[in-house]
Nanobody
Framework: VQLQASGGGLVQAGGSLILSCAAS????????MGWFRQAPGKERELAAL???????TYKDSVKGRFTISRDNAKNTVYLQMNNLKPEDTAVYYC???????????????WGQGTLVTVSS
């Protein structure tokens, strides 16, 4: 699966952004899709995951603020981010495919990162 992410930028705390990720190369509706993020000096972490079955998982700190969704007709997955906080500042990566190993999710494909900066 090839992935192309877009939508990052600079926003003030409390603001909103929407990230988009266009996918190609597979039947999109049967692909697990997710958004990971990596803050400066920290490890990459799962922010939101949307399995092809419809099951959704969010990192605890983004629950109630972030929404992951997909449009199978457009082969695109979205991450709506509301009430952004400075600690949400990170490079966000779109990811696809893969599965859980030992409780952690490991994608097979990665898009290029898009930087989200939240100012206080």
């Amino acid at each position: 699966v090839q992935l192309q992410a877009s939508g990052g930028g600079l926003v003030q705390a409390g603001g909103s952004l929407i990230l988009s990720c266009a996918a190609s190369g597979r039947t999109f509706s049967s692909v697990n899709m997710g958004w990971f993020r990596q803050a400066p000096g920290k490890e990459r972490e799962l922010a939101a995951l949307l399995l092809w079955s419809g099951q959704i998982t969010y990192k605890d700190s983004v629950k109630g603020r972030f929404t992951i969704s997909r449009d199978n007709a457009k082969n695109t997955v979205y991450l709506q981010m509301n009430n952004l906080k400075p600690e949400d500042t990170a490079v966000y990566y779109c990811a696809a495919d893969g599965g859980y190993i030992g409780g952690n999710y490991y994608p097979k494909s990665w898009g290029q990162g898009t930087l989200v900066t939240v100012s206080s």
